[in-house]
């Protein structure tokens, strides 16, 4: 049973900066790529960044470009979020997954999930 594990939430003022997560038990046999989610209160979980195993695609949901970073550690089974200049609408829990899809921005399309690390971004 593969466990996708989220951590680096918190509570941060904007402008400020942070730093997800995300390790991986093992590397699902089928996956060919991991991504970031997130779902505020009252909405529908979101893509944020996907990128895949081999780091050669990445992409990004347009309220997060030039502000975060996905990138990869295969040898640790990790991904992580690099997340600068937070804004009040950043909050909400950030969920991490694993497709064997690759370049899938659809959580329809995400077969492992975590459990979710909340960030939370004042004004």
């Known amino acids: 049973q593969v466990q996708l594990v989220e951590s680096g939430g918190g509570l941060v003022q904007a402008g400020t900066s942070l730093r997800l997560a995300c390790a991986a038990s093992t590397r699902p046999f089928n996956s060919n790529g991991l991504g970031w989610f997130r779902q505020a209160p009252g909405k529908e979980r979101e893509v944020v960044a996907v990128?895949?195993?081999?780091?050669?695609?990445?992409r990004y949901a347009d309220s997060v470009k030039g502000r975060f970073t996905i990138s990869r550690d295969n040898a640790k089974n990790s991904v992580y979020l690099q997340m600068n200049s937070l804004k009040p609408e950043d909050t909400a829990v950030y969920y991490c997954g694993s497709t064997k899809w690759i370049d899938a921005t659809s959580p329809r399309n995400y077969e492992y999930w975590g459990q979710g690390t909340q960030v939370t971004v004042s004004s």
């Open positions: 990128i895949t195993w081999s780091g050669g695609i990445t």
